[in-house]
């Protein structure tokens, strides 16, 4: 089974539903369910037009994407307390919001190379909600990749010569292709699509009838 899971690495219910899907996959490989999944991370842009390297605290952008300081607090404190209902700390008051094409490209290439691309998408997930790190940054992305195990002159390589761009592009529009206006979107084998950050009991029902159907 080949899931798409399409998100950006600023947005708080992508990471709440990573953390659930998570705990979702580990609950049923626990209980002898063998998933056979190939998850695969897609990227998504919030936020297209903010800018690279000029990074403004996200409260600022919430102010002015809903339309006033009580609104924009209102969001803000309600995703920080369902995050740590699931375990995670969000930290927005020093969250630094940036444009996340040179995030999107990391963790393209981090698939390409073979490594773990999800462990990085959560890297940088916990460098955006919890650190106050900016995820522009071509050396944060690159600190970040190192960490995970991705050779420094290959991560500087790939930002100096700006390849992954057109596959960047190509994937944002693929989202636009199948309909995809918001997210947490995931794909399931090109077919089904499960939109939001689902609760981890939802996600295991969801992936059990799934299983089952491609075993019959």
Not at 69 to 83: F, N
Not at 112 to 140: P, V
Request: hydrophobic share 40%; net charge negative; with cysteine.
């Amino acid at each position: 089974m080949k899931l798409e899971i399409f998100s950006d690495v600023v947005c708080p219910w992508c990471y709440i539903g990573k953390h659930r899907f998570d705990q979702a996959v580990a609950n049923l490989t626990e209980a002898g369910i063998d998933l056979k999944i190939e998850i695969i991370y897609r990227p998504f842009q919030l936020d297209p037009t903010a800018q690279l390297d000029t990074p403004t605290p996200v409260r600022d952008a919430y102010i002015k994407k809903f339309g006033g300081v009580e609104r924009a607090d209102e969001i803000l404190a309600h995703v920080t307390k369902i995050a740590a209902q699931d375990g995670i700390e969000f930290h927005l008051d020093r969250a630094l919001r940036a444009n996340t094409s040179r995030a999107h490209r990391l963790i393209a290439l981090a698939q390409k190379l073979n490594e773990n691309h999800a462990q990085l998408k959560e890297r940088l997930m916990i460098a955006y909600f919890c650190e106050g790190r900016d995820i522009s940054n071509i050396d944060t992305l690159t600190a970040i990749a190192v960490e995970c195990g991705i050779d420094r002159d290959v991560v500087l390589r790939m930002f100096a010569d700006d390849s992954g761009n057109d596959e960047l592009e190509q994937n944002l529009q693929r989202a636009s292709d199948l309909g995809i206006t918001a997210v947490p979107t995931y794909v399931f084998d090109e077919k089904w699509s499960v939109p939001g950050a689902q609760d981890t009991e939802q996600f295991e029902r969801i992936l059990r009838r799934l299983s089952e159907q491609t075993q019959n």
